[in-house]
């Protein structure tokens, strides 16, 4: 009971005089207080002999723990972790522990829970300060209930030590997370070199029922209309290739985490050359498969998880109409987008090039004038607009977006997807200008879709001072008056 009591009331406790005129007496003051008379007392006692200590409770800790891990414990978690380290691999206190358990001996014999060798390493300054991240519980996950229903595929460059850069394509199971064909080639990213992946994992182990990328011209070339090597490939082993979104690496998050590990084990012993490179992917895909535990996978290695779950691999090859379809429906959206729009088709390669694109024919609609492909980048976050500068947030950053004008509205709209991601009405109205430069989220009647929440933050309170003056002084909001919210 005592421990539960703040130090205002313990101190109200002590400073209590019976003697004092008009005093409560001990029952009516431990009534009011809503503690008991054993209590009163206990803390009484205590201030008599630790003065101020009884304004605090007395540590629950045991005087003599059941168990103590001496300097020789520490010793080799810290060893454990530096060797972890220097090996490439991650070295938290999940994967310390993994490592501790499966050693032939430890010193005490009994290794330290996970929270424990966290605490452990914090003694003795062996734990790096991480960022601080989205909490996994507000994510959505989507993971395939069974192995083989769906392999996720990507590629990333990697720079050899004395050697030119390289390309390394890595192939997951989604299910299991289970390496089914990590491999590293010398030329740049391709349809050939991606089918050869694709096809020495499906010799080892079976066609999966669907492969996931990303919307790269060596994997799937369905999302611009047409049918590329790869696709015809899968579909003859009875898979059917699938693609994220444009612009939304989510969707292949678990083969986009895969590359940091991946990274950081072949930058720890970086090769100098292909041979190297690939001896060192065979040694991570043994050590990824079946020794490293798997957070996500309730610490099982990928192995054991590919060997516990049903398996459920392609059956019969697919038909190329299914493709055509596809590709047709595909295609036919982006027409449709593309006439809304009034737009030239283009397609924007995976390093932002735009290449001319003449599925669709010869037959374009010419581009108003009222309308332009903007550049947004990191360094200039902003957009014109009769000569103000309009600041975005961050998240425009290193994208390109379709400029609108129209009588009544400024619009921002994604060139892939047609969606509208920014706009406000015309005349432009903003309480927060300094010179031509106009703050985004004090504009009148501005609109932003996924916005930050520091931006909804900031345009929620000029919201509401948009609202006092349209009760105090009406005119302001009348058109041409941003020069006198300006002034103002």
Same mark, same amino acid.
């Given at each position: ?15 209590? /005089? ?63 972790? %530096?060797?972890?380290? /220097?090996?490439?691999?991650?070295? $938290? ?10 050693? /032939? ?146 969707? &292949? ?15 720890? /012993? ?19 498969? @079946?020794?490293?535990?798997? &957070? ?6 990928? @192995? ?37 729009? $009034? ?8 390093? $932002? ?81 300094? $010179? ?21 933050? %900031? ?18 909001? %009348? ?10």
């Amino acid at each position: 009971m005592t421990n539960v009591l703040s130090p205002s009331t313990r101190a109200a406790i002590i400073n209590y /005089d019976p003697t004092q005129p008009h005093a409560l007496t001990v029952s009516e003051f431990c009534k009011s207080q809503k503690i008991s008379r054993s209590v009163f007392y206990k803390i009484r006692n205590r201030a008599s002999t630790e003065s101020t200590a009884a304004l605090h409770p007395r540590s629950r800790a045991p005087k003599q723990p059941a168990r103590r891990y001496g300097p020789e414990v520490v010793n080799e978690l810290v060893r454990i972790r %530096k060797q972890l380290k /220097d090996d490439g691999w991650d070295y $938290g206190p999940h994967t310390i522990y993994y490592e501790a358990n499966i050693q /032939d001996s430890f010193p005490g014999t009994k290794v330290p829970s996970v929270a424990t060798i966290g605490r452990l390493l914090a003694t003795v300054g062996q734990v790096e300060r991480a960022p601080r991240k989205r909490p996994k519980s507000s994510y959505i996950p989507f993971v395939r209930a069974t192995a083989m229903a769906l392999w996720q595929l990507d590629a990333f460059e990697f720079s050899l030590a004395h050697g030119p850069t390289v390309t390394v394509y890595q192939l997951l199971d989604d299910a299991t997370r289970y390496d089914v064909g990590s491999w590293a080639y010398q030329r740049e990213e391709n349809s050939t070199d991606a089918q050869h992946v694709l096809a020495t994992a499906i010799d080892t182990h079976g066609a999966p029922q669907e492969v996931l990328s990303d919307n790269s011209l060596a994997f799937n070339q369905l999302r611009q209309g047409r049918i590329g090597a790869v696709e015809i490939f899968l579909a003859s082993k009875g898979t059917m290739p699938i693609s994220g979104l444009p612009g939304k690496p989510t969707t &292949q998050g678990k083969n986009e985490r895969s590359h940091q590990t991946l990274q950081r084990f072949l930058a720890a /012993d970086r090769p100098s050359s292909l041979e190297q490179l690939r001896a060192r992917i065979t040694h991570y895909r043994q050590h990824y498969n @079946h020794r490293r535990p798997h &957070q996500s996978l309730d610490q099982s290695t990928p @192995h054991i998880a590919w060997e516990l779950l049903a398996h459920t691999p392609a059956t019969e090859p697919l038909a190329l109409a299914v493709l055509e379809a596809k590709a047709t429906e595909y295609r036919q959206k982006r027409k449709l987008q593309d006439l809304e729009l $009034g737009r030239a088709t283009v397609t924007v390669s995976k390093t $932002g090039k735009i290449i001319e694109d003449d599925i669709l024919g010869s037959q374009t609609v010419p581009k108003p004038t009222n309308q332009l492909l903007v550049d947004v980048t990191a360094d200039n976050r902003q957009v014109y607009y009769q000569g103000y500068q309009v600041g975005l947030p961050t998240t425009f950053a290193g994208r390109q977006f379709h400029r609108t004008i129209t009588d009544h509205e400024f619009l921002l709209s994604d060139p892939h997807t047609s969606e509208i991601v920014f706009s406000f009405p015309l005349p432009l109205i903003a309480l927060k200008m300094r $010179g031509r430069w106009v703050a985004s989220y004090a504009i009148q009647g501005v609109q932003l879709t996924h916005p930050t929440k520091q931006w909804a933050r %900031k345009a929620a309170a000029y919201r509401e001072q948009y609202a006092q003056r349209e009760e105090q002084v009406p005119e302001v909001f %009348k058109p041409g008056s941003a020069q006198d919210l300006q002034d103002s």
